[in-house]
């Protein structure tokens, strides 16, 4: 395409005179750019209007008498007494678009130029919805030159040679390509499956009236002297929502000059130590702690990492790489890339971002299109992509992602938690599994998480603690529920069978009670 100012194809001879030049020059006379009467945009009536519309006739910006802009030949600009603009005159000259000689500037032709509307288009001349130029003819409205001639609807291009079509939709198949979350030219986005809040869904709350420095207290007086009082440490620990345990550490130490923690290690032992002492943190601090462990212990604990990654936010999980910079001098990212590899390296690095689409809208369209990549991605195609699955499961919205995952059984007749079982293995197919149930349902995903830490030979404690005091004030209400249901006891039953002493007391009391 050509623009003002650049020679057209085979040079540039401008006439003698004015600006643009005449016949034989640029630009191109009838039929050529700018179009004559009837191209676009229309003439009279349409844009833009006449006397009285916009822009206005005598007096506009900017006139065009002889001598206006462009200049005449002998200079830029030449100026005719008055200056400019010029009084009388409007844009454009004579009533009509495009300007007459002299004037300026010419405008997109009505077929094939930059941005040029097809005909037959929006009223008044104006460009269609979407992308400039609008979709090529014969195509259907969507992604700009849509699928190509006599593929199937769906992933972009059809499917690949040797692949099967994409499965149907009752009813029909979804709206070719909608745009990408953020991206603007997409079907609007309709609620699914809205949330219920069902308001507070932990068990823990806030203490009435309660005081550090008197907690603190109490805390000082079952460890100090001959033995120590774990009642007194269990009701104080227990009985107090997170907020209001965090700030006896530094109320301990204003009061008596000494580390609550340190003092704790000293007096506790075991599990019960563990589990008070990851009660005096905060959840994002615990998290990182937790992270650093799965990292650098005996082995990488690769269900802890994808279980933190994945249920937290991302203003969670933002706090919790700043957390991890500044406790352990490197960044979470660099310690999993060092501790991880191939695509469960790639799955772990781009959750750790904390760039996951957290509204609340689902485009029912766009999760049709989402099921069926992931589809062309395992199902469809020899071999997997893994790469298109860890695209989608990191970056959308939980509520689209449930969408998307209830669009993939109906378009396939196969669960997505199947298909990836089917297509990948190792810790990217434990890792991908994970996301999915942690998204699908989340209280169902950590009631499962808490029957494998007791289920078996011994008890996996670091599971159990972990998951038993960052959920105890966000959603063990449903966890319970979930538990019962699928495990036939209450969770209460569990841990009490799996546990004993004072571990198990202050469990308990994490837990709220029987279901």
Not at 48 to 63: C, D, K, N, T
Not at 76 to 102: E, I, L, T, V, W
Not at 224 to 231: C, L, M, S, V
Request: charged share 20%; with cysteine; proline share 11%.
């Amino acid at each position: 395409m050509s623009y003002p100012g650049y020679p057209p194809s085979g040079g540039y001879a401008p006439q003698p005179g004015a600006y643009p030049p005449q016949a034989g020059g640029y630009p191109p006379q009838a039929g050529g750019y700018p179009p004559q009467a009837g191209g676009y945009p229309p003439q009279a009536g349409g844009y833009p209007p006449q006397a009285g519309g916009y822009p206005p006739q005598a007096g506009g910006y900017p006139s065009q008498q002889a001598g206006g802009y462009p200049p005449q030949a002998g200079g830029y600009p030449s100026q005719q007494a008055g200056g400019y603009p010029q009084p009388g005159g409007g844009f454009p000259q004579g009533g009509g678009f495009p300007p007459q000689a002299g004037g300026y500037p010419s405008m997109p032709p009505a077929q094939g130029g930059w941005g040029g509307a097809p005909a037959g288009g929006m009223p008044g001349g104006g460009m269609p919805q979407g992308y400039p130029g609008g979709p090529a003819p014969g195509q259907p409205q969507g992604y700009p030159g849509g699928p190509a001639p006599g593929q199937p609807q769906g992933y972009p291009g059809g499917p690949a040679p040797g692949q099967q079509p994409m499965p149907g939709y009752p009813g029909g198949a979804p709206a070719p390509n909608p745009s990408m979350p953020g991206y603007g030219g997409g079907v609007p986005a309709t609620p699914y499956s809205p949330a219920i809040n069902r308001g507070y869904r932990g068990v823990i709350k806030d203490y009435p009236g309660a005081d550090p420095l008197r907690d603190v207290e109490v805390l000082r007086k079952a460890m100090k002297g001959f033995g120590t009082d774990e009642a007194a440490i269990i009701e104080i620990l227990g009985s107090r929502s997170n907020k209001q345990r965090v700030p006896m550490v530094a109320a301990y130490k204003t009061t008596y000059g000494k580390d609550l923690f340190h003092d704790l290690k000293s007096e506790l032992t075991g599990n019960f130590e563990k589990l008070a002492i990851a009660m005096l943190q905060t959840p994002t601090r615990f998290d990182a702690s937790q992270l650093k462990e799965a990292i650098v212990g005996a082995g990488t604990d690769e269900a802890c990492l994808i279980e933190i990654l994945s249920s937290r936010s991302n203003a969670e999980i933002r706090e919790i790489n700043q957390i991890y910079k500044n406790e352990y001098g490197k960044k979470l990212e660099d310690a999993i890339i060092n501790d991880t590899s191939g695509h469960f390296r790639r799955l772990l690095v781009s959750l750790c971002q904390g760039n996951r689409d957290e509204r609340e809208q689902v485009d029912i369209n766009m999760a049709k299109q989402d099921a069926q990549k992931l589809y062309a991605a395992g199902e469809n195609k020899v071999g997997t992509d893994e790469s298109q699955f860890n695209a989608i499961m990191c970056s959308r919205s939980k509520p689209h992602l449930r969408a998307v995952f209830n669009e993939y059984q109906q378009m396939s007749g196969r669960d997505i938690v199947k298909s990836i079982c089917r297509e990948m293995s190792g810790n990217v197919e434990d890792g991908m599994v994970a996301v999915v149930k942690c998204i699908r349902n989340t209280p169902e995903y950590f009631a499962e998480r808490l029957h494998k830490s007791m289920a078996g030979a011994g008890t996996k404690d670091r599971t159990l603690i972990r998951v038993m005091v960052t959920r105890s004030e966000v959603d063990m209400l449903d966890i319970r529920e979930a538990y019962q249901k699928a495990y036939g006891k209450s969770l209460y039953t569990a841990i009490s069978g799996d546990t004993s002493g004072d571990y198990k007391k202050l469990l308990l009391k994490l837990c709220g009670g029987s279901d």
